[in-house]
């Protein structure tokens, strides 16, 4: 079976590969739609960044499962003691309209738990890495969260957040909420201490978390779902209950002030 080591390797040639595609369609007026279902769009480029990923990784490690945004739903994961999990442009909509803020996310999970985890970002040429038991890295530099409180504090999510029915008491938590497009960078974001925390209170995809959440993790992050539970990855759902990815401290807070 390989190391994290190894697959991680693997994920950082496919993650760069995937990129010298993307950046072919971007800003090249690419055709894309809406998927059914209200699921969000898809480009011509979401398509071929993912065929070029399952075919070079599934290549090189055959026996693994297969999950992917792009990709039919495949059961025969379930079963594989190792899965990739992939978001082949997380940010679509940022990358239909010609902005920076897209990225690949590519991670494996071995069980449960996420194991080896690129984030890439092609135009800005960022790439975070993580391997379980290893640290976490942007363009091969080590990275930490901040140790902010809650006061003040630059927390990337949505609008909708700051409704007060979210909240204990209906009193908001006086932080400042900031957005970017690709939900995998603002974990890496929270990660290098950039901002101070990426929060969601919706279900998020696995495609779109699996890899920030290993690299905000090994940078020294507190990472869970939104109630505090530990994340768990290539689950029949594909789903994980929101997200709190913060320092210690902060994460902390933004859950004894979130309503149970």
């Not at 190792?82 to 494996?108: K, M, W, Y």
Request: hydrophobic fraction near 45%; proline fraction near 6%; charge should be negative.
């Amino acid at each position: 079976m390989p190391v994290p080591e190894d697959d991680l390797a693997l994920l950082e040639q496919a993650a760069r590969a995937a990129g010298r595609i993307a950046l072919r369609y971007w800003r090249q007026d690419p055709h894309s739609w809406e998927k059914p279902g209200d699921a969000g769009p898809v480009s011509e480029a979401d398509l071929a960044v993912n065929e070029e990923l399952q075919a070079l990784l599934t290549g090189a490690r055959p026996d693994y499962g297969w999950l992917s945004e792009e990709s039919e739903a495949d059961p025969a994961r379930l079963d594989a003691r190792n899965c990739f999990i992939i978001d082949p442009i997380d940010g679509t909509r940022a990358f239909i309209a010609g902005q920076e803020g897209f990225s690949h996310s590519l991670a494996v999970a071995r069980g449960d738990r996420i194991v080896a985890a690129v984030v890439y970002l092609p135009v800005r040429d960022l790439c975070y890495t993580a391997f379980a038991d290893g640290p976490a890295l942007l363009n091969g530099a080590a990275i930490a969260p901040s140790d902010s409180g809650i006061a003040g504090a630059r927390v990337l999510t949505y609008r909708t957040v700051s409704d007060p029915g979210h909240w204990l008491n209906g009193l908001v938590p006086p932080f400042s909420r900031e957005f970017r497009p690709s939900l995998a960078w603002r974990l890496c974001l929270a990660a290098e201490g950039r901002f101070d925390a990426a929060l969601s209170l919706r279900a998020a995809w696995e495609w779109d978390i699996a890899a920030g959440s290993l690299i905000a993790e090994r940078a020294g992050a507190a990472v869970s779902d939104r109630r505090g539970g530990r994340m768990r990855f290539n689950s029949q759902r594909a789903m994980v209950d929101g997200l709190i990815v913060a320092g210690a401290r902060l994460h902390q807070q933004l859950l004894e002030a979130l309503k149970p």
